[in-house]
């Protein structure tokens, strides 16, 4: 067994988790979320601050970040470009790397670089490695990545398709193959989450993905919109004489379920669909009927599918949004078992269901941690 402490440094938070992980099982040491970072009459300044205060909380459980036994330490980096496509050891040039990638993760990689830099400095002898969001769609083709307008603006500006939630997809995609006993299935993994995003993988490998250049495209998410045609942006800066700060807070932080019914978290929808409230109906509705569309999109892109896999908060535990976005697809395969799925655990469609569906609890610090154990010199894997 070999032990990873993983660490995802958020713009406001810290995540931590130290897991010993052998061949075929992974334990959790110790974890702990560090928040508040930077916010007014916090005890937490900064990066620094927080992952010292996470480092102490690892020592009183018993597990010093000092230890001769840690063997690696992993980072969530969200924003990988076209740079990285790998989990990649860090080195100085791949700190200057992330960082030349600020433009196209704004709020994200600062945050990130800002744990990395702090954990190196930590322990300047463990091997760091860098798991990006974005690397597991790297494989998605050109005709799927590429937006439909002006090359030569799209390519100065980085204007293209990355997706985010690559370790999640992943994992689950995997986990979903195993599930049915197919590791080269095709798999429609549907992670709901706050954020919300979907992949199309074929034996493993993606190709094709909901979130675009930002997290904010695809899928109805908590508060973001999703899907919205891009005049209506222009039409707000136009018309209603919106800032962009102003359109970047109402896409973002105002949509979604919140801007539909006033409420984005979904167990709170539902007992509001329950009671009759129509607002959280229609929010529901928009919400399902957006995941059907692309578990539509996604069938025809793979041709055939073995396994549609639900993960993420909402995924893994609302039997009503997986009922009601696949309602009546039995004539493409697709034959929920209502017991099972009420279940909510593995396999949740009928026995002779063509197309599984699954639900697969997400794992990303597992992903993170076993991505950092596969690209470490083999000598350090202890
Ligand atoms: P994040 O994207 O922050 O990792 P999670 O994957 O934990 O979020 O998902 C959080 C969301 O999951 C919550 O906003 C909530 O709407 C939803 N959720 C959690 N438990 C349930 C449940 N029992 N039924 C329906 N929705 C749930």
Redesign the pocket.
Known sequence: MTRVLVLNSGSSSVKYRLLSVGPGEAVRLASGTIERIGEEGSPVADHAAALESAAEELSAAGFGIDSPELTAIGHRVVHGGTAFTEPTPITDEVVAGIRDLIPLAPLHNPANLAGIEVARRLRPDLPQVAVFDTAFHATIPAEASTYAIDRETAGRFGIRRYGFHGTSHAYVSREAAALADRPEANVIVL??????SASAVAAGRCVDTSMGMTPLEGLVM?TRSGDVDPGAVLHLRRAAGMSLAEIDTLLNRRSG?LGLCGD???????RRVAAGDPDAELALSVYCHRLRKYVGAYYAVLGTVDVIAFT???????S??RSRALAGLEPLGIALDPARNSGGKGLISVEDSRVKVAVVP?DEELEIARQTLAVIPRTDRG
Not at 312 to 318: A, C, L, M
């Open positions: 992670h709901l989450g706050n954020g919300a908590g379920m984005n978290d979904m167990r709170e929808v539902e993420g908060g909402v995924g893994e535990n609302s009503l949004v997400t």
